[in-house]
């Protein structure tokens, strides 16, 4: 079994050297970029060589930097049935790493509204990943509620919950951020409840027999 380069000699500063370029990347993201391994290193203050024997590549630093750049799920290997169950552990897991980026996300964000366009290509933090986790927490939802219900219901829950809604929240409407996030669960859980209650209905309504 092959020894990786970290794990060899000088163990302790290989790890501070390692964090530096990690951090390095954070920093850079968190300007808008999507940093090169090169450029890391380089803002790190280490030679490109050595940051090239941590990373060989960018994806993995930009892994080891944001590790939800790669992440699929949030409801782990044994996800629970219960439907309000599974989008609250999303939104928790959600409102969590958005509090941890939140300064890339808001130059992210500014970034996205330019006119140009010209970053959006490079946005690494703003690629749709929590549609596809909601969709995710809500697919007990298949067939009690029409694809067209459900993605309403995803797109409507994405609104209250993300970057745009803590923006809000916290500068214009005073929240702090243990409140704002309070505010995006709570929002959550409404519409989910509410969905619910219009699907229940409509299901009542056609089983009434014609007059």
Not at 11 to 21: G, L, M, V
Not at 60 to 75: K, T
Request: with cysteine.
């Amino acid at each position: 079994m092959s020894i990786s380069y970290e794990q060899t000699g000088r163990t302790r500063q290989k790890a501070r050297t390692r964090d530096a370029i990690i951090a390095a990347a954070r920093a850079l993201i968190a300007t808008g970029e999507t940093p090169t391994v090169a450029q890391a290193a380089d803002v790190a203050g280490v030679s490109r060589a050595t940051a090239y024997r941590y990373f060989p590549n960018q994806r993995g630093m930009l892994v080891s930097a944001h590790p939800q750049i790669e992440v699929r799920s949030l409801l782990g290997a044994d996800p629970p049935e219960d439907v309000a169950t599974r989008l609250g552990l999303v939104v928790d897991e959600v409102t969590r790493m958005m509090l941890e980026n939140e300064p890339g996300l808001r130059t992210m964000l500014r970034l996205s509204l330019e006119d140009e366009g010209a970053h959006r290509e490079r946005l690494l933090l703003r690629q749709g990943r929590v549609i596809g986790w909601l969709e995710e927490a809500l697919q007990p939802l298949r067939g009690r509620l029409t694809k067209a219900e459900l993605r309403r219901l995803v797109h409507a829950i994405r609104c209250a919950v993300g970057i745009e809604a803590l923006v809000w929240l916290s500068d214009v409407g005073g929240l702090s951020r243990k409140d704002a996030v309070e505010q995006m669960r709570w929002s959550a859980r409404t519409l989910l409840r509410s969905a619910l209650a219009d699907g229940s209905a409509g299901e009542r309504r056609a089983k009434r027999p014609n007059n």
